[in-house]
C-alpha cells in the first residue's frame, strides 16, 4: 500500500519540477531576447559600447561659451570635445531634449535629427532652421569643414539643447600614400 501511495508523490515532484524548469528557462529566454532588443536600440541611437563614458552635467555643457574669458572659454570647449559622441543621428525628444546632448560629425558627413516626441519642434544649427514633425526625419549636410561646436538651439527662445562638434573630414589617402601605392 506504501509503495502505492509514493508512486503518485514521485510523479507528481517530477511533473512540478518539470514544470518550474520549463517556466524558468522561458523567463530567462525572454529576458535575453529583451535584453538583445534593447542593446540593439541602443547601438541604433549611438549609445553603445564606444558610449559608455560618462557624460558630465548636462548643465556645464549646455552653457554658452563664454567670449570674454579664454580661460572660461577653453574649458567649454575642452568639456564639449570630451563629451561628442560619434552619431549619425540626434534624437529629439519631449521639451525638445536632445540624445546625445553632444554629436560629433566629421565636415562632409550628413547628420539627422529624428523627432521622437509628439511635438513640432524647430531646431536652429549654424544660422539655418529646420521644423520636424513629430516622427520625421531631417537630414542636414553643408557643415563647415573646420574644427567647431555649433550650438543648437530648440524654439524661438533660442534655447540651447546641444552642440555639434564638427572637425575636418579626412582624406582618405595622403599624397605620401599615393607614391607608396604604386
Known amino acids: ?19 518550474i524548469y520549463s517556466y ?35 548643465s556645464e555643457i549646455l552653457q ?16 564639449i570635445r570630451k563629451n561628442a559622441l560619434g552619431s549619425g543621428t540626434i534624437f529629439v525628444g519631449e521639451n525638445c531634449t536632445l540624445s546625445p546632448v553632444v554629436t560629433h560629425v566629421e565636415s562632409g558627413s550628413p547628420i539627422s535629427f529624428f ?6 519642434h ?13 516622427d520625421k526625419r531631417v537630414q ?5 569643414n573646420v574644427e567647431t561646436q555649433l550650438p543648437i538651439t530648440c524654439g524661438n527662445s533660442k534655447v540651447l539643447k546641444g552642440y555639434l562638434y564638427t572637425t575636418p573630414s579626412r582624406p582618405t589617402d ?5 607614391d607608396n601605392k604604386e
Open 1 to 19: 500500500m506504501k509503495k502505492l501511495l509514493i508512486f503518485p508523490i514521485v510523479i507528481f515532484i517530477l511533473v512540478t519540477g518539470v514544470v
Open 24 to 58: 524558468i528557462t522561458n523567463a530567462v529566454q525572454k529576458t535575453d531576447n529583451n535584453a538583445r532588443a534593447v542593446s540593439e536600440e541602443n547601438e541604433e541611437r549611438g549609445n553603445g559600447n564606444q558610449n559608455l563614458k560618462k557624460l558630465d552635467s548636462e
Open 64 to 79: 554658452p561659451i563664454s567670449s570674454s574669458d579664454p580661460r572660461e572659454r577653453s574649458k567649454q570647449i575642452q568639456l
Open 115 to 120: 523627432n521622437e516626441s509628439s511635438a513640432t
Open 122 to 134: 524647430t531646431l536652429a544649427v549654424s544660422g539655418r532652421t529646420y521644423s520636424i514633425a513629430p
Open 140 to 144: 542636414i549636410q553643408g557643415l563647415p
Open 174 to 178: 595622403t599624397p605620401q600614400e599615393l
